[in-house]
């Protein structure tokens, strides 16, 4: 299985780092995992909506350019969510069907409107916002659980 996290800005803190690269790790025998990091847009200590705007702007232009003609999942706390069980049947149904999804996270401020309207599906962890940094670690962190369930080996709860 194909699968490609996009993630504006790039992983700061040493412990996501590590943390990152250890699912990638275990991911590595399901499958092809790629993380591509495009450039965050500065903003200033407070922003003003319509500097949040035209940094979220220019943030979308890069993802479209680069992924606008693939299977887009956005992360985000207005999308769909589920159990890791149907995670695990999403993701076989990718697989069985040949598609590469590619998941969307966005900068601080989230994913312009225009890349959420783009995107085929939007998915939400939760109600609460978290880092996008930390974002990116729970998400391989829940793919490689629903890999796990989807080759029927035992992950812990």
Request: hydrophobic share 40%; glycine share 8%; net charge positive.
């Amino acid at each position: 299985m194909n699968i490609t996290i996009c993630g504006i800005g790039n992983l700061k803190e040493k412990f996501f780092r590590q943390a990152s690269e250890e699912y990638l790790k275990r991911l590595s025998r399901f499958g092809k995992i790629q993380i591509v990091e495009l450039k965050e847009e500065y903003l200033s200590q407070q922003p003003s909506k319509k500097e949040i705007e035209i940094a979220l702007g220019k943030e979308a232009v890069a993802i479209l350019q680069r992924f606008g003609e693939n299977y887009l999942i956005a992360l985000d706390i207005g999308g769909k969510s589920f159990s890791s069980e149907n995670l695990s049947k999403k993701l076989e149904k990718y697989d069985m069907e040949g598609i590469k999804p590619v998941f969307l996270i966005g900068s601080s401020y989230g994913l312009h409107s225009d890349v959420k309207a783009k995107c085929i599906e939007r998915w939400s962890f939760s109600k609460m916002t978290f880092p996008h940094q930390l974002m990116r670690v729970i998400l391989l962190e829940q793919l490689y659980r629903g890999m796990k369930i989807k080759a029927g080996e035992i992950y812990h709860k």
